[in-house]
């Protein structure tokens, strides 16, 4: 069974930049596409970017579009996602997932892996 670790979270100052890492315990290039989720205390878990299973089609949601990247290293099973001029209302545990569907998606109950999360933390 797919697994995916979380890493990469932490502290950081309002307008910092931070790469969380999702890898996973075997390849996962071309056979599932890979969301980065968010999820906030007392809230649903929310999309935040994704890539389909090629790599090729990366999608964001608008809170971070054009500050955050989402990127693939197929050598080394991982999927990147770079925060860039971060703010305080990034904070939440943030969680890899992997779904079968060839474009990825947005919905959370379409992902059949998870990663256990990491925590990032903006601070005002």
């Keep these: 069974q797919l697994q995916l670790t979380e890493s ?9 930049s931070l790469r ?6 075997e390849r ?5 596409a890979i969301g ?6 007392g809230y649903e878990r929310e999309f935040v970017a994704g890539l389909n299973r090629s790599g090729g089609y990366s999608m964001y949601s608008d ?3 054009g500050r955050f ?32 569907y060839y474009s990825g998606s947005r919905i959370v109950s379409q992902y059949s892996f998870w990663g256990q999360g990491t925590p990032v933390t903006v601070l005002s």
């Design 8 to 16: 990469g979270g932490g502290l950081v100052q309002t307008g910092g």
């Design 20 to 25: 969380l890492a999702c890898t996973a315990s």
């Design 28 to 32: 996962t290039e071309t056979r599932y």
């Design 36 to 41: 980065w989720f968010r999820q906030k205390p």
């Design 63 to 65: 809170s971070v579009k």
């Design 69 to 100: 990247t989402v990127s693939r290293d197929h050598a080394e099973n991982t999927v990147y996602l770079q925060m860039s001029r971060l703010r305080p209302e990034d904070t939440a545990n943030y969680y890899c997932g992997a779904t079968r």
